[in-house]
């Protein structure tokens, strides 16, 4: 009897705790849930075109001031198989000795430069830094100008030397880089960046009156919502020119990108006449400091997930950087390039594999949707051939995926599909099919492919 009033005692405490039970499982299963993701369901549609495919977002490149020379010289050849449309270059009047005094200029050197970035194919992106020591109120190199007519001067010569004398058509002119680390400038107080754009913006349109450039900034060491809104505020207030917002990233996770997208939406919202003003980061990769992914595949995969995720809302995307400097930053890595320097073989690295690989695609951008956590998709067509990036990136190295892929108003026919495997090898098979196709796809983590549909 005792036994059994045990039994039932334990029962009666059972019944009592399951709701808490059930709702502690629950729990646990939306945590795991929501760790797990959203597993991808890609649909591709063959009739529906968005414009050119945006190769513009990815084809830019930046390079630091890793030694005070002209470090794509060497690289012209490797650089120019990537098709850059945008080379940018800082550190302009200190590691090119530019300024020798009021009013005194050589532009010599700095001419080899941006000649070289000239004979890449692409154009330069000058980011007018930085003040030399003897320029400098508290003669530090990015201090603030002891006369601002001084400045003035200099950034005025150095619009009407390349936008009028050399004619150079299409030049970004940034100002400064990152202000909020070199120089030490802030937004809402002295040394005021607010000042810094006003007298260097006014000094490039009074430089080069008439001739076709871009002038924007701050280029930021991050995304910053309060230096955007300053800067916008500065601009507005002041009448001048604005062409485009610019800060640095580096993050391996996708979605920082993204929130820094939306912030600048909220901020636009505000500014209704900057809503369309274009959108860089000017330095990307996912690390600011030496990292091991920069001399694996694990940066390439990053850049084209990047590609895949913010094509349609930044307009461009500045790889950091071409070329390693002449010294290894740590023994984790031989420094953020896409190309060793050349005293270290001058060798590619898979991220200049990942530009190529991006490359590929041609033509006008495909409708796509069902991108997942994990894995996301960028398509083309282009006379005929249907082309489909498709990148699995985690930043954790484990998850792989099969999921589906649809590809819809086809022309009902036999194709061949080709796969080619971001470093590896490409396969090919003839498949057909009526107006939709769909196939299940397998991904190894941190793996892209693209999928060419050919009809025979």
Known sequence: M???????????????????????IKTVLDIRKGAAGTPADIVIDTAQTQGKIPSSFWQNLSQGGEEPADMIKPVISQVRSLHPELIRIDHLYDYYKVYNGPGNYDFSRLDEAVNSILLTGAKPMLSISYTTNDMAANGQNAGPPKDWNQWYGLVKATAHHYSIEKKITGIYYEVWNEPDLFGGWHYGKEPNYSTLYIQTARAIVDGAPGANFKIGGPAITAYYANWIKSLFA??????????????????KNIEDYNKDFESLNQILSDYPRYFDIERIITEVGPNPEPDP????????IHLMAMSTNL???????????PVDGPTSRSDKSSGWGLITHPSKGQKPKPRFYALQFLNLLEGNQLTSSGNGSW???LASKNQGK?????????PRGTHAETFPLTIQSLIPSTYQMKTTTYLGRSTTKKIT???????MIYLEPNSAVIIELTKI
């Open 433 to 439: 099919t009526t107006t939709n196709y769909r196939e």
């Open 293 to 300: 992914w920069y001399d694996s595949k694990l940066s390439g």
């Open 234 to 251: 500065t601009a507005t207030k002041n009448n001048l020119r604005l062409d485009f917002i610019s800060w640095h990233k580096y993050s």
């Open 2 to 24: 005792p036994h059994q009033k045990q039994k039932l005692f334990k029962t009666l405490l059972l019944l009592l705790a399951l709701p808490f039970i059930v709702l502690a």
């Open 386 to 394: 249907i082309q489909i990036l498709l990148v699995n990136y985690d």
């Open 311 to 321: 094509t349609g809302k930044i307009h461009r995307a500045f790889t950091f950087e």
């Open 375 to 377: 894995v996301s998709t």
